[in-house]
């Protein structure tokens, strides 16, 4: 008799834990659903300011001169941190070209020091920002379907510079038609004297 209550009574104990289980189970979605739920595009943490040609691509803004050293090793240390990672970037020197320049005062509403990244129309931050994120590994996932480079060499036209003098003034800024005595600015170069590098970017 007593072994027949035992048997009942732990009949009765596996029941209510099952129907406890399927409660459980109804409040709370599949672990499958609940992983696809968490997935998120880590780039949603960052504030969107996308610069011109930005929304699917790296870029980087620089300076290349050495006036400020902390400014300028903060460039390299960006810099170099992205080619050690492989991505392919886009680095708009604002020393080169007042454009960038303006471009960057625009998107962040001021004077602002160079480097700042930009990756998919995001704005990650300064050399701080980007070298605390790498180091606790949350960098390299903000870079989910950027090509990465190939690493062919330095450009053949600009060796890198991303930058050439002007075809149509020799980098003078002043074109001197023939037969005439005043020259004229060229509207093909920057304030420098240089274009863009029609084969690199």
């Known amino acids: 008799?007593?072994?027949?209550?035992?048997?009942?009574?732990?009949?009765?104990?596996?029941?209510?834990?099952?129907?406890?289980?399927?409660?459980?189970?109804?409040?709370?979605?599949?672990?499958?659903?609940?992983?696809?739920?968490?997935?998120?595009?880590?780039?949603?943490?960052?504030?969107?300011?996308?610069?011109?040609?930005?929304?699917?691509?790296?870029?980087?803004?620089?300076?290349?001169?050495?006036?400020?050293?902390?400014?300028?090793?903060?460039?390299?240390k960006m810099r170099s941190l992205l080619e050690n990672l492989r991505i392919l970037f886009l680095e708009r020197d604002i020393s080169m070209h007042s454009e960038f320049k303006g471009e960057l005062w625009g998107l962040l509403d001021g004077k602002i020091v160079p480097p700042r990244l930009f990756i998919k129309g995001r704005y990650i931050g300064g050399v701080d920002e980007v070298l605390g994120l790498h180091e606790r590994g949350k960098l390299k996932p903000l870079f989910e379907g950027i090509p990465t480079d190939r690493n062919e060499g330095p450009c053949?036209?600009?060796?890198?510079?991303?930058?050439?003098?002007?075809?149509?003034?020799?980098?003078?800024?002043?074109?001197?038609?023939?037969?005439?005595?005043?020259?004229?600015?060229?509207?093909?170069?920057?304030?420098?004297?240089?274009v863009i590098c029609p084969f690199c970017c």
Do not use: W
């Not at 596996?14 to 696809?36: T, V, W």
């Not at 880590?42 to 040609?53: H, R």
């Open 156 to 194: 053949e036209g600009c060796v890198g510079i991303r930058f050439i003098v002007c075809f149509n003034c020799n980098g003078s800024r002043k074109i001197v038609p023939e037969g005439g005595d005043e020259g004229m600015n060229c509207l093909e170069c920057n304030e420098n004297g240089i």
């Open 1 to 76: 008799m007593e072994v027949k209550a035992l048997e009942a009574e732990g009949r009765r104990r596996e029941e209510e834990e099952y129907i406890n289980l399927d409660e459980h189970n109804e409040e709370q979605p599949p672990l499958k659903a609940r992983k696809i739920e968490e997935i998120k595009d880590p780039l949603l943490d960052f504030e969107q300011k996308c610069p011109p040609g930005g929304s699917d691509s790296v870029i980087l803004y620089t300076t290349g001169i050495r006036g400020i050293r902390k400014t300028f090793e903060d460039c390299h």
